[in-house]
């Protein structure tokens, strides 16, 4: 059975940061590109950032120079460290093994003053 367990997620202050992770298990993310997504108030979704299975990275201009994503394959997780967060990045977010069909629930982040 497998099983994506995001967590990390809470409420900052602008400018704040927090570190959000993505755990696996039943399914081996090394052999994924895995992406960070985000759904905010207005429902919309957003992909915010993409690790390869080689370790390359891509980010949409939104949030290029403010997170980053890495991979840690010896825990099977993928992490999204997020800085100089802003009230547009409040969002629930989450992980996807790109093509795999397999969501976790989500970990909310709140930005505000």
């Known amino acids: 059975q497998v099983q994506l367990v995001e967590s990390g997620g809470g409420s900052v202050q602008p400018g704040g940061s927090l570190t959000l992770s993505c755990t696996a298990s039943g399914i081996d993310l090394s052999d994924y590109t895995v992406n960070w997504y985000r759904r905010g108030p207005g429902n919309q979704a957003e992909r915010v950032a993409s690790?390869?299975?080689?370790?390359?990275?891509h980010y949409p201009d939104s949030t290029k120079g403010r997170f980053t994503i890495a991979r840690d394959n010896v825990k099977n997780t993928v992490h999204l460290q997020m800085t100089n967060l802003k009230a547009e990045d409040t969002a629930v977010y989450y992980c996807n093994p790109m093509c795999s069909g397999y969501w976790g629930q989500g970990t909310q982040v709140t930005v505000s003053a």
């Open positions: 690790i390869t299975a080689r370790a390359t990275t």
